[in-house]
């Protein structure tokens, strides 16, 4: 390896590396703890100034080539910390890179903070390279927006990067931020981490309770959780006596108000039934949910999610801060009201496909030697049974405890779960801000690095559809820590089935269908997971994803070869 050139003089100082370092310093004493740059000439001095301070264990530094793998392992860090994250990048094409990530950020009020590098003032509009239109480049969707000048080393620059540095960590309490950072050369110098610096706490911005609406508990209410609503949701089901439609990445899909087969119960009477709904988060896995929410007859009530837009698609529900529940539910109304929605969800589910029976085990002991055989035979029929969607959702389901993460990418899957998965108070989250296919692996990672700090940290699992995955590839390709355990488990069905439930798949030509919405594929993940040093593993049967499910591996892609269903012509 060729070492690095030696200076042939004396490092000289620089005001951008300066003001670079003073602003990093200001997020530390914000409470900012995670950066996450990718690589650039204009950005160095952001990006050097991080690495001082990773070394001085201010914060900790996650390098990344591309931006785009950077944003959402910065979504993830976010996500599952609480905490604002920053985000490196240098000029141009750089910044873009991050737009999609921002809109989920945007879109699910995640706090981040976005650090584009751009040319000083004399070097814009005049066709300089690596220069373009970066101020106000993502519009709307931040809370906050600077075009900051480049520094010259006037007196109080540095005071004011870092007071710069608090109002960005305060305005990204519900969403993401953008600093765009004019640097004239020489772009760093000399750094020198001040050694009483101390890392803060971001602060707390307390939720609005400005519109708070009083309800008493009757048999006509249902309460909707859709994604990061919270086990406040749950809650609000029990103190109204109401049934829980909680979506899969709710926060609040546990306890014994919960619906599983909401989809199916809200097509029947007791769906006619609802006369009031509650809803809390963002539902978007369904269309039973909207379906219901635009009825004239249905009073919506809407919990304010704070940064993010209000749910809202039939334009008239009552938008509050919170509800305060008058009274108690009576017990006969519950059982009444509530047991008959679970009880039609338990139905449903039995009639459509019931769970593997429970084996009796003295059958195994039993004297018959036919009787041994036959649950001896049962047995390895059940183990020999090819994975299916339902299985494999299930599996994941059932081996995931509170310790765990379950990261669920925007594919067919992630509905499959959502129909069919029992309550569970476990960690799952998905972006469903704008519930896009890309970055799932990459906020996984950045979950699972967030949850390994941990007093105790298991194993982060994705569920991907293989078009997810490889819209992410460039995420298994990143170093990570030898004992980050995170495992993702990929149903491949060789394109994107999840169009085959649209009306599309009805009225298109079948070879037309199968090339634009389809869009078959033939990547090889097994090289895919030796690019990046991760384990691979092929299951194809029940036992084969048990063991998967089990496996020490830290990073496992596990790929589950699915039946294709054959297209109607």
Not at 142 to 163: C, F, I, Q, S, T
Request: proline share 8%; charged share 20%; aromatic share 2%.
């Amino acid at each position: 390896m060729t070492p690095p050139p030696t200076p042939s003089a004396e490092p000289t100082a620089s005001p951008s590396g300066a003001a670079a370092a003073a602003l990093l310093d200001g997020l530390v004493c914000a409470g900012v703890t995670d950066v996450v740059l990718s690589p650039g000439s204009r950005s160095q001095g952001l990006a050097l100034a991080a690495a001082a301070l990773a070394r001085a264990g201010h914060l900790a530094l996650h390098v990344r080539i591309d931006e785009r793998v950077a944003g959402f392992t910065a979504l993830g860090l976010a996500v599952e910390s609480g905490r604002p994250v920053a985000i490196v990048c240098t000029s141009g094409t750089a910044v873009a890179n991050l737009h999609p990530a921002v809109l989920e950020a945007h879109h699910a009020g995640v706090p981040l903070i976005v650090l584009t590098a751009d040319r000083p003032a004399e070097l814009r509009g005049i066709g300089a390279n690596q220069t373009t239109v970066q101020p106000g480049i993502f519009g709307e969707i931040v809370r906050a927006d600077w075009d900051v000048a480049a520094p010259v080393g006037a007196a109080g620059e540095l005071d004011d990067a870092r007071e710069l540095a608090a109002l960005a960590v305060h305005a990204s309490a519900e969403g993401p931020v953008h600093l765009n950072l004019a640097y004239r050369e020489p772009l760093s110098g000399p750094i020198e981490i001040d050694p009483a610096l101390v890392p803060g706490e971001p602060p707390v911005r307390p939720l609005s309770a400005e519109v708070v609406i009083d309800l008493h508990p009757d048999d006509a209410t249902v309460v909707i959780a859709g994604h990061n609503a919270g086990p406040r949701a749950e809650q609000l089901a029990v103190a109204l006596g109401a049934p829980l439609i909680a979506e899969v990445s709710s926060g609040a899909r546990f306890g014994r108000h919960a619906v599983v087969a909401y989809r199916d119960v809200l097509r029947g009477p007791h769906g006619d039934a609802v006369g009031r709904a509650i809803v809390l988060g963002h539902p978007t896995l369904s269309r039973q949910v909207p379906q219901l929410l635009e009825r004239a007859d249905v009073d919506v009530i809407v919990v304010r999610t704070p940064g993010v837009e209000d749910y809202n698609p039939g334009r008239r529900a009552r938008i509050v801060d919170d509800v305060r529940v008058l009274g108690a539910p009576d017990p006969a109304v519950v059982r009444r009201w509530v047991g008959g929605w679970v009880s039609m969800s338990r139905a449903v589910l039995e009639s459509q496909a019931p769970d593997d029976p429970a084996p009796d085990l003295s059958l195994a002991v039993s004297d018959d030697r036919g009787v041994r055989a036959a649950f001896a035979k049962a047995e390895l029929a059940v183990l020999r049974a090819p994975v299916d969607r339902r299985m494999l959702a299930r599996a994941l389901w059932a081996s995931t405890w509170p310790h765990d993460r379950l990261v669920l990418a925007a594919s067919r899957l992630i509905r499959v779960a959502d129909a069919l998965v029992p309550g569970k108070a476990i960690r799952v989250h998905a972006n469903r801000g704008l519930a896009g296919i890309d970055g799932t692996v990459s906020t996984a990672t950045g979950i699972a690095l967030a949850a390994a700090r941990g007093e105790r940290s298991g194993t982060t699992r994705v569920l991907s559809g293989d078009l997810a995955l490889l819209h992410d590839a460039g995420a298994l390709l990143v170093p990570l820590p030898d004992d980050l355990r995170l495992h993702v488990f990929v149903g491949n069905d060789g394109g994107g089935t999840i169009f085959d439930d649209l009306e599309v798949a009805a009225t298109a030509h079948p070879d037309d269908f199968a090339t634009v919405m389809r869009t078959p594929h033939r990547a090889d993940l097994a090289a895919l997971a030796a690019a990046g040093g991760w384990a691979y593993r092929r299951v194809t049967t029940r036992a084969e994803l048990d063991d998967a499910l089990t496996a020490p591996e830290p990073l496992l892609l596990v790929e589950v070869p699915l039946v294709e269903v054959p297209l109607e012509s």
